[in-house]
């Protein structure tokens, strides 16, 4: 069985400023991560994963994460958040070649000041 | 462009009536999930289905929630009767093996029971 802790349940910060979204899971196989974006009144979609090969994966919008086994931590950062960033953000696992279903963290709330 | 979608976006109903949720999956998508979200409990996956199979409904209350997969092309989530503990947004999301375990959520649905 996996688990995912977002250790952070919001994150304000200003807008320009630079931000990173901490998720650690624990699992006893290998595993996908991934992170989904919430924004208001919509569904989770898929905004970056890591499958394998190069631990840093980005996105197109900027956004990077980078698996870390040893410390087993998939953190998001961006160097620069706009205002429309302001979102909730999950962290999720799955362990390849098994049942298919992800574990979700509680997600993180990001708030975007201007 | 591609998009699971959920019908009826809102519903308001009363204590006890029946209520049912539909889906319709990302064409070719084999894996089906439904899942529950509250700012209490978080997102709570009640039930998954691959190649229309039910292999998991686990989160779901069996004493009046039901989910079927008559065909490929439609889910549905039923629950009867309904309490006021059921309100929440209901997503349902597709995916699959060739998708490499990313999953594809719908806009939800949105249920208040009063």
């Known amino acids: 069985a996996q688990s995912v802790t977002q250790l952070d349940s919001q994150v304000p910060v200003f807008e320009e400023a630079p931000v990173e979204l901490r998720c650690n899971y624990s699992?006893?196989?290998?595993?996908?991560l991934f992170w989904y974006v919430q924004y208001p009144n919509q569904g989770l979609q898929l905004l970056l994963k890591y499958l394998s090969g190069s631990t840093l994966v980005k996105s197109i919008n900027g956004f990077e994460a980078e698996f870390n086994k040893s410390q087993t931590s998939f953190h998001l950062r961006k160097p620069s958040v706009h205002i429309s960033d302001t979102a909730e953000y999950f962290c999720?696992?799955?362990?390849?070649?098994?049942?298919?279903?992800?574990?979700f963290g509680r997600g993180t709330s990001l708030i975007v000041h201007p | 462009d591609a998009r699971v979608t959920q019908t009826p976006r809102h519903k308001v109903t009363e204590m006890g009536q029946e209520v049912t949720m539909r889906c319709q999956p990302i064409?070719?998508?084999?894996?089906v999930f439904w899942y529950r979200q509250t700012m209490m409990q978080g997102l709570e996956l009640l039930a998954y289905?691959?190649?229309?199979?039910?292999?998991?409904d686990s989160g779901m209350p069996k004493d009046r929630f039901s989910a079927e997969m008559p065909d490929a092309t439609l889910a549905t989530l039923k629950i009867q009767p309904s309490e006021p503990r059921d309100s929440a947004v209901y997503f349902c999301?597709?995916?699959?093996?060739?998708?490499?375990?990313?999953?594809?959520f719908g806009p939800g649905t949105r249920l208040t029971v009063t």
């Open positions: 064409l070719g998508h084999n894996t």
């Open positions: 699992s006893s196989v290998s595993v996908y």
């Open positions: 999720a696992v799955v362990a390849p070649g098994g049942s298919y279903i992800p574990t």
């Open positions: 999301a597709s995916g699959s093996r060739q998708g490499q375990y990313e999953q594809y």
């Open positions: 289905f691959r190649n229309r199979a039910p292999l998991d």
